[in-house]
């Protein structure tokens, strides 16, 4: 589960017919994760972060109030620049630590390509934080972004929530040279990285008892509706989640409930035959050798790795 969509920031209908045209065409069809997400599923990933069976952000949660006072006393940062940053709830740790730990005038940016939800966060934060200078930035991180100039040094890179387990590795690789490209002598890169272990526990995670990781998968369906005019009908797919042992990694999955021709303005008519899916999501798990190649091959090394058996947060430095 990733990063946010949002109505004012929603690429052009263009862009979207282009993503579903190169997607629906694979063989096994597959849509980016990022059309999860309006206001609709911003709330349901909230309430998702919430469930008993979702352990991640409350291990996530409890690893950055142990540590984070003194990762961030030991670098003082002048900035925070965080990828993906959502509702910003885990971020409040870090910026009471920088806020404790900086001088006035330290920095905040959020990148988040929902710039509804993300200038709605950036409103509340700038009112709880007024020392701090809120600069939120839409922005499909994916894509590559530049920071806003004038960010005082140095600068910790953040990117929580285990978002880069939704990256195929070659990708992950791809995504953190972005970051080591935008950082400076000095920087650091905080990350949170779910870890493999039973995957009954893991599959329990996206298969929730109150189907509310189900109805955040069909949300995909009603913004793809919204953004392309597609035609796609959600009560004829239902949700699936599955660890692939093999590929150490959750698969989300939309399977059409039977025989069904989806309608995509300017590409033409899609059929789904019964049982056949929209791979909607992969959700990578790790452990410490994989994380460490991913750094490594991206100009990183890991500086500092804590772990309570089930997930980790590490500091990594320009190699």
């Known amino acids: 589960m990733t990063d946010t969509l949002g109505p004012s920031a929603a690429p052009a209908a263009a862009a979207v017919l282009a993503d579903l045209r190169e997607g629906l065409s694979r063989a096994q069809k597959e849509l980016p994760p990022k059309y999860f997400y309006d206001a609709r599923g911003s709330a349901l990933f909230e309430a998702i972060t919430r469930l008993p069976e979702y352990y991640l952000t409350r291990a996530e949660r409890a690893l950055l109030e142990r540590w984070m006072p003194e990762w961030i006393g ?4 002048g900035a925070l620049v965080e990828l993906g940053a959502g509702s910003a709830e885990k971020t409040r740790i870090l910026l009471d630590a920088i806020t404790a730990s900086s001088a006035d005038g330290a920095a905040y940016v959020p990148v988040d390509v929902s710039a509804e939800f993300l200038d709605e966060t950036a409103v509340r934060l700038a009112a709880e934080y007024p020392a701090l200078d809120v600069v939120p930035l839409a922005s499909d991180f994916t894509a590559g972004f530049d920071l806003p100039a004038g960010l005082p040094r140095p600068v910790l890179h953040a990117f929580l929530g285990s978002t880069i387990g939704n990256f195929a590795p070659e990708e992950a690789v791809a995504l953190l040279r972005g970051v080591r490209g935008r950082m400076g002598e000095g ?5 949170g990285v779910d870890l493999r272990k039973d995957p009954a526990v893991i599959e329990a995670a996206y298969n929730d008892a109150q189907g509310i990781t189900a109805e955040f998968n069909l949300n995909m369906l009603r913004v793809l509706n919204a953004a392309a005019g597609t035609d796609f009908d959600p009560g004829r797919f239902e949700h699936r989640a599955f660890y692939d042992t093999a590929e150490h990694r959750i698969e ?18 899609v059929p789904f035959r019964a049982g056949e899916t929209i791979r909607t999501e992969i959700s990578c798990k790790h452990d410490r050798a994989s994380v460490e190649a991913m750094l490594a091959a991206a100009g990183m090394r890991g500086a500092r790795w804590e772990t309570d058996g089930r997930f980790a947060i590490l500091l990594a430095t320009p190699a």
Do not use: I, K, N
């Not at 989300?252 to 008519?269: F, K, N, Y």
């Open 74 to 77: 030991e670098l003082r940062p």
């Open 187 to 191: 920087d650091r890169f905080l990350m």
């Open 252 to 269: 989300m999955h939309l399977v059409s409930r039977a025989g069904q021709a989806v309608t995509v303005p300017g590409v033409g008519v």
